[in-house]
């Protein structure tokens, strides 16, 4: 079976997320016709499964004919990365689970206005991703994805206690990434490695006795002790921005984990070493190794 194809379409987004990774780098508006190729060349050799990427695909005029053309094609798992907030509207949510969108992720980073506001710097953020959620669980499988940051690292139990209420399937906390504005606001935004991987494994077991399937991703395991079975399984995907020229970007350069994350001298005695991608470089670059403790035997 032929890997996921994953599709960077937007370059646009409302919000302003203090760790967003995702600049604009690549040309915008990209013409529908030069995905449609992408996706006909895809399911041509197998695929069945399209995510829909990049800042916030749902900003394109044409989203909604694109979910529609991708069921045509054959695509039998169609999902968005997604600020949720476009979905606020019953009317576009419905659009898009009718014209064949299954599965949506969308980014929520706190249980109040505030906390939200903080994360991503739009006050009425908030109450259109609740919004958004509620419509989608109507006719599609909804998860969310959470970003550990400074912001919201003390409140996470109660974002783990609200989460629940929304009609979701599964919650994926993620250590931030020091990449994009992640490096511009590190100092501001991205909290102790250790710190957020102690309350994201606190917070995921708590959504879980509350019936949410949680998980914690992108730590290292030696900051989630006692955490492995709520590890998030990597994903192997194809991740591809399609550029107006034409010319296609792969993006596993920027995304994969591994090209970015490097072991120290703590990690020579750590007994899960062999299976551990390590430490973003640009976060030990700026705060050293003091902080990561070898998992001992």
């Not at 529609?68 to 689970?97: C, M, W």
Request: aromatic share 6%; proline share 5%; hydrophobic share 45%.
């Amino acid at each position: 079976m032929r890997r996921p194809l994953e599709l960077a379409i937007g370059q646009t987004c409302r919000d302003r997320c203090v760790f967003c990774s995702d600049l604009p780098d690549v040309e915008v508006e990209v013409p529908a016709e030069r995905l449609l190729a992408r996706m006909r060349a895809a399911r041509a050799e197998g695929a069945t499964t399209l995510q829909l990427s990049g800042l916030e695909p749902t900003e394109r005029a044409d989203f909604v004919d694109l979910v529609r053309a991708a069921k045509e094609l054959g695509y039998d798992h169609i999902q968005v990365i997604t600020n949720g907030r476009r979905f606020s509207d019953p009317a576009f949510a419905d659009a898009s689970v009718g014209a064949g969108l299954t599965h949506a992720i969308v980014s929520i980073h706190g249980h109040t206005r505030e906390i939200e506001a903080a994360v991503v710097g739009q006050g009425e953020s908030f109450d259109e991703k609740v919004a958004g959620i509620r419509n989608l669980s109507r006719g599609a499988a909804v998860e969310a994805n959470t970003v550990v940051t400074t912001a919201n690292l003390a409140r996470l139990s109660d974002v783990a206690r609200f989460l629940p209420t929304l009609g979701l399937v599964r919650w994926n906390v993620y250590a931030a990434r020091p990449f994009g504005w992640g490096i511009r606001n590190f100092d501001e935004a991205i909290p102790p490695i250790a710190a957020a991987g102690a309350a994201a494994v606190a917070a995921a077991r708590l959504a879980r006795s509350a019936g949410l399937a949680a998980f914690v991703c992108d730590f290292p395991p030696c900051v989630v002790l006692g955490g492995a079975d709520l590890a998030g399984a990597p994903e192997d995907k194809e991740v591809v921005a399609v550029l107006k020229s034409g010319r296609e970007q792969a993006l596993e350069g920027l995304t994969k984990k591994a090209v970015h994350k490097v072991q120290g001298p703590p990690c020579t005695a750590c007994a899960v070493a062999s299976r551990c991608e390590g430490v973003y470089r640009a976060y030990v670059g700026r705060r050293g190794w003091d902080e990561i403790q070898p998992v001992r035997c």
